[in-house]
C-alpha cells in the first residue's frame, strides 16, 4: 500500500510542477490564477506560487530517494501541500471565483467541488503512507503491481479533467437572427375589360 500510494503521490506532484515549469508563460499563468482566487493580496501572489512550485518538487524528489526519512518527509510535505490547496479552493468557490484548474498546467476546466475532494483525499492517502510502518523485504510481483496500480492512479488524477471534457456535451452554437420576410403589396384585382366597358 506504501508503495502504490508513493508511485500515486509522485506521479502527480511530477506531472503538476513540470505542467507550471515548462514555461515562462506557465509560470506567469500559474501566478495569476492565484491572483484571481482571491484569496491572496495580489502581491503575495509571486512568492506563493514561488512556495508552491517549490514544495511540489520537493515532494516527489524526496519520494523517488530510496529512505525512510525522505519518504516520510516527503509524505508529510504532500500531505500538508495537497490540504492548503483543499482549503484554499474552497475558500475561492464560496467567494463566488471562477477560476480555471492550474493544478496540472493549462487547463480550461474551472476548480469545484471535486477538486477539493480530490486533493483531500490524496491528502489522506498521504498521510497514512506516511505513519505506516515500514514492512521488511518486498515481492517483486507484490512491487510490480503496487507500482503500476500507483502509476496508473496518478495518471488518471492528473489527466481527469481532460477526459472529463472530452465527454462533456458541445454548446449548440447560437442561432443566427433571420431577417424579416419581405412584405409584398397585394395584389389589385383584376376587372374584366367587357365589365369595365358596362360601367363605363
Request: glycine letters at 8%.
Amino acid at each position: 500500500m506504501v508503495l502504490a500510494v508513493q508511485s500515486l503521490v509522485v506521479v502527480v506532484f511530477l506531472v503538476s510542477s513540470a505542467g507550471k515549469l515548462k514555461s515562462r508563460d506557465a509560470v506567469r499563468e500559474f501566478t495569476a490564477s492565484l491572483r484571481r482566487l482571491r484569496i491572496l493580496p495580489a502581491s503575495a501572489a509571486g512568492p506563493a506560487a514561488f512556495s508552491v512550485l517549490v514544495a511540489e518538487v520537493a515532494v516527489w524528489a524526496l519520494l523517488v530517494i530510496p529512505a525512510s526519512v525522505t519518504r516520510t518527509a516527503g509524505f508529510g510535505v504532500a500531505a500538508g501541500l495537497l490540504t492548503v490547496f483543499a482549503a484554499g479552493i474552497a475558500l475561492s468557490l464560496r467567494r463566488g471565483a471562477q477560476v480555471p484548474c492550474r493544478c496540472f498546467g493549462a487547463s480550461t476546466t474551472p476548480l469545484g467541488p471535486w477538486h477539493v475532494v480530490r486533493n483531500l483525499l490524496l491528502a489522506g492517502a498521504a498521510a497514512l503512507a506516511a505513519v505506516l510502518p515500514s514492512q521488511g523485504p518486498v515481492r517483486p510481483g507484490g512491487l510490480v503491481v503496487a507500482v503500476c496500480a500507483g502509476l496508473l492512479l496518478g495518471a488518471l488524477v492528473a489527466l481527469f479533467d481532460d477526459l472529463v471534457a472530452l465527454f462533456r456535451p458541445v454548446p449548440a452554437p447560437p442561432r443566427p437572427l433571420s431577417a424579416p420576410p419581405p412584405r409584398h403589396p397585394a395584389p389589385r384585382p383584376h376587372r374584366p375589360q367587357g365589365e369595365a366597358r358596362w360601367h363605363s
